[in-house]
């Protein structure tokens, strides 16, 4: 037989139908065996996956309608000699289930079951994933023993459980009548019944609970969330929500009216919005609250925003800037005169920046006044005001007033018009420094956004000094950091881009201290765009955003992702996280 023909055999061989499935011994193999499937649908399975190779051959399976998910699930656990079951809510153990955050549950669809010795059973629903299985090791550090259960399953008893009340809240609202707390007609709730049930000693115990818990785990904010079934209760911590134990649906309505008495709102009024402040101490520390309510489709949902004074009692140097950023930005706020401004979105820091720039300067010699809505910390020697809008007391009338009151320096919460604009720039054209913040993504935006509210280019180039960009990023838990051996394709691609390649990269494997996210704490990455003479040329001639952004990097500016591509080679923090808290810009 000649070459060719030979070839021809093997050719013909290897396209005949049966080649594929007869080379093929994966979990679908035993289905084929069993004669639950026909060879014509396993070759269908394996063609669909080899135009997709993210489908596995079950799965392939499955959406051609030969074979259900259960089925599938089950052939993939006796493929990997895995028991396959059924769980309920009554055969997991609360201890078990606590020892991952019930976020990271959720997503990746496990669930710690029960203790068998010193070993945890541990249900997930894909055990082809050895990436997730090695991670949940990891972070358990000690023995699993997997049993594969259907995902939606594990889905409603993590939901079942996460919702019903821990023994630590069991014990808090025992003795609560849940019968005393009915949701009735929003137009005819007494207002003294509501008075009552938010005076009873377990919803007072509940909520003293709720911020004292939240105040000494280091939350920013706590947020109650009703629901048809179930009332949410999560803490933002390290700007991250994580869910927490919460009392029955049934003492929603007690637990918001306790909080709304403490906050001296309307407990009547559940239509509106409202905001208020409480004050308490906790661990003697005396802590600020901001309560802020909104109606819902399932009542009223409450945040509460926790002003620490501990948090803003660090000087500039302590907030992560590397040391030239710090040198340029202490240079810029100790001149006399000129606008500073902070920008970045909600909850980066931008209060904490300001309000360390003013603790530096010496209140003894200088008149120092804010205009803030509302005050978030009370500083010694510095005059501090409140917006008041529903009664005239504006950002701008209050800033046209202080003016009136023979300032050095003046602090404004937060540019939002044209009018506080001009006010502004007027004040530092005529002597006097101002500080305050505009809500955009980085630096060079500012400029534009001062533009499209109507202050002229050469107004802005001959007041404005510098603008200071900011973002909050985790910091890996110092406790469980540890060096990676091998970034993934991205994290070394992203280090290449910036001059970066070599660097020792670092990942939190996640401990008890970091309630196993891998991150303890934040820091800020900075980008500090200053005004010289070149520049202000340059914005008078009214440039587009992308050319502005161009022309500052160009002369040099280090960007926020610059920055934050820097800590990741100091290992303060993770590749992930610099992605998450900045755009390709």
């Keep these: 037989m000649h070459n060719d023909d030979n070839v021809k055999v093997v050719m013909d061989e290897l396209n005949h139908p049966d080649a594929v499935v007869s080379d093929y011994r994966g979990p679908a193999s035993t289905l084929l065996a069993s004669g639950q ?124 459980i996460s919702a019903g009340p821990t023994s630590r809240v069991d014990e808090i609202i025992r003795g609560f009548d849940e019968d005393s707390v009915k949701v009735v007609d929003l137009e005819t709730e007494n207002v003294e019944d509501l008075e009552q049930i938010a005076a009873e000693s377990p919803v007072i115990r509940y909520v003293n609970f709720l911020i004292s818990s939240a105040v000494r785990e280091g939350a920013s904010d706590i947020h109650v969330e009703p629901g048809e079934k179930r009332l949410r209760v999560r803490h933002r911590m390290d700007g991250i929500l994580f869910e927490q134990s919460a009392p029955p649906v049934k003492m929603q309505t007690a637990v918001l009216s306790r909080l709304k008495i403490m906050a001296k709102l309307d407990i009547a009024e559940r239509r509106l919005p409202q905001d208020g402040r409480i004050r308490v101490t906790v661990q003697g520390q005396d802590i600020d609250l901001r309560v802020s309510t909104l109606p819902t489709v399932h009542g009223e949902k409450c945040v509460i925003r926790i002003l620490d004074n501990r948090s803003i009692n660090v000087g500039l140097e302590s907030l992560g800037m590397s040391e030239d950023t710090l040198k340029e930005f202490l240079r810029q706020i100790l001149q006399p005169n000129g606008i500073i401004l902070v920008t970045g979105p909600t909850g980066s820091g931008k209060s904490t920046t300001l309000y360390s720039a003013l603790q530096i300067m010496d209140s003894e010699k200088l008149n120092i006044s804010t205009v803030e809505d509302p005050v978030e910390y009370e500083l010694p020697a510095i005059n501090q005001v409140n917006v008041h809008d529903s009664i005239g007391m504006t950002f701008s009338a209050a800033l046209r007033s202080l003016l009136r009151q023979d300032p050095d320096i003046v602090m404004v919460g937060e540019i939002r018009d044209a009018e506080t604009a001009r006010i502004a720039v007027q004040a530092s054209l005529t002597g006097h420094l101002v500080l305050s913040t505009l809500h955009t993504n980085d630096a060079p935006s500012c400029i534009t956004r001062l533009i499209n509210i109507g202050i002229e280019p050469y107004l802005i180039t001959a007041s404005v000094k510098a603008i200071l960009a900011q973002r909050l990023v985790r910091q890996i838990c110092q406790k469980c950091k540890t060096e990676v051996s091998e970034g993934s394709e991205r994290e070394m691609a992203q280090l290449e881009q910036f001059g970066l390649e070599g660097v020792k990269i670092y990942h939190g494997v996640g401990c008890e201290q970091c309630r196993n996210t891998g991150y303890k704490g934040r820091l800020g990455i900075y980008e500090l765009l200053t005004l010289d003479d070149e520049t202000r040329n340059f914005i008078t001639g009214n440039p587009s955003l992308t050319e502005l952004r161009h022309f500052v990097n160009n002369k040099g500016m280090v960007s926020l992702r610059q920055d934050g591509f820097a800590k990741v080679a100091e290992g303060l923090t993770t590749v992930e996280e610099i992605l998450r808290a900045t755009d390709t810009n």
């Design 37 to 160: 499937i026909t060879r014509e649908q396993l070759d269908d399975a394996l063609e669909r996956q080899e135009k997709d190779p993210r489908l596995s051959v079950l799965d392939a399976l499955v959406k051609s309608n030969a074979i259900d998910e259960i089925l599938a699930l089950r052939t993939t656990a006796e493929y990997f000699r895995l028991p396959f079951r059924n769980i309920t809510t009554e055969e997991v153990e609360l201890e078990v289930f606590a020892l991952l955050p019930v976020d990271y549950l959720r997503a990746k669809s496990v669930l710690p079951i029960a203790r068998n010795g010193n070993a945890v059973i541990m249900a997930i629903s894909d055990p082809d994933d050895i990436f997730q299985i090695d991670d949940f090791r990891r972070r358990l550090k000690i023995p699993v023993e997997l049993v594969v259960v259907p995902s939606d399953d594990i889905q409603k008893v993590i939901a079942e």
